[in-house]
């Protein structure tokens, strides 16, 4: 039998908990620099995953280290369908955070020096990131070339988002729908919930389809309550903005006809969609369970990487057996 000393628990920094975020590993000195605020909104105001270049700051300075990231994703990815799902929605992902990108670019009233735009520097940002992670070296390439191609396309995305994909999104929506509710469902109340969504949709764009004229008071207005609501993201308040760009978002666009508030909201139904995945297959799924400012940095950061080493460890378990 092994025995281990027992050791005093170390004492955590309230700041440090207040916040849902643990201490720095021994050695590490950066991670309190950067104001625990700025890496809160960082995570999900701006839509989850790709679309803050100020994300990749806020993962380096305090991020955990990619063996704990991977670590925590493949203990809740061990089903081979639930990877497959994850792919798919991987692709989806991207191709909405970089077409809301290519509208924000669209519309920035200033340039940003060398003629950079923000969506070219997430792009380029996350593949520098990912090609200094401890993953097989096909898992960078592989998700530099998925993100390269979401930024060329991204202005593509952007024209045919709105209103084309808004009537395709009610079969999506019904998905996260039910997932919120969080309660077993059958067929018969996924088809009411859907007939209501589409026909929610439908009237909205006949009888108030880009109606409302949005000023740019509004816009600046909007941003400034959700990065308020979001920078506590493990709160009641976060969890709500969550829910407004998964369950609203597309109403925005359907009464103002701004197709940036549908690809906004779009990139909360890609991120609720492994919800639904980790339901179906049922496996837990990982950021509710992180809870911890640091680890969700390093899972929403690495995330292509996490993923394909996944892939590519269960093809090998499958290949053994």
């Known amino acids: 039998m092994v025995t281990t000393r027992s050791q005093t628990p170390k004492k955590v920094p309230a700041a440090a908990s207040a ?40 993962n380096f300075l305090c991020g955990a280290p990619y063996p704990l990231a991977y670590k925590h ?3 809740d990815h061990q089903g081979t369908l639930n990877l497959v799902y ?19 670019d ?11 735009s923000i969506s070219s520097l997430s792009c380029y940002g996350w593949m520098t990131c990912l090609l200094f992670t401890q993953s097989p070296a096909w898992t960078k390439a592989l998700s530099s070339c998925l993100i390269y191609f979401a930024f060329t396309v991204g202005p593509q995305v952007a024209a045919a988002a709105f209103p084309i994909s808004i009537h395709l999104q ?22 009411i919930i859907f007939i209501i969504r589409v026909t929610l949709t439908e009237l909205t764009l006949t009888h108030a ?30 969890s709500g903005v969550f829910g407004i760009g998964a369950l609203f978002g597309w109403l925005l666009a359907a009464v103002s ?10 990139g909360f139904i890609a991120t609720a969609l492994q919800g639904v995945s980790h339901r179906e297959t049922h496996e837990p799924p990982t950021m509710p369970q992180l809870a911890n400012i640091s680890n969700e940095l390093a899972h929403s950061t690495f995330f292509p990487c ?16």
């Open 106 to 116: 669209e519309r920035l009233p200033f340039d940003l020096p060398f003629n950079v």
């Open 170 to 191: 009610p079969f999506l929506d019904t998905l996260v729908y039910i997932y919120f509710i969080k309660k077993p469902t059958t067929v018969n109340i996924y088809l």
């Open 19 to 58: 916040q849902g975020t643990s201490p720095p590993p021994p050695g590490v000195l950066l991670p309190y620099t950067l104001p625990l605020t700025l890496s809160g909104v960082n995570l999900y105001s701006i839509s989850p995953f790709y679309t803050s270049p100020l994300k990749l700051l806020s």
């Open 73 to 75: 994703f493949r203990r």
């Open 209 to 238: 389809g880009g109606s409302v004229q949005l000023s740019s008071n509004f816009y600046y207005g909007f941003l400034l309550v959700i990065a308020m609501l979001s920078h506590k993201p493990f709160t009641r308040p976060a």
């Open 306 to 321: 996490l993923l394909l080493q996944a892939v590519g460890d269960q093809a090998m378990m499958i290949k053994e057996d």
């Open 257 to 266: 006809g701004d197709r940036l508030f549908f690809l906004w909201g779009a």
């Open 86 to 104: 994850h792919c798919t929605i991987l692709v989806l992902q991207l191709l909405c955070n970089f077409g809301f990108l290519y509208e924000v």
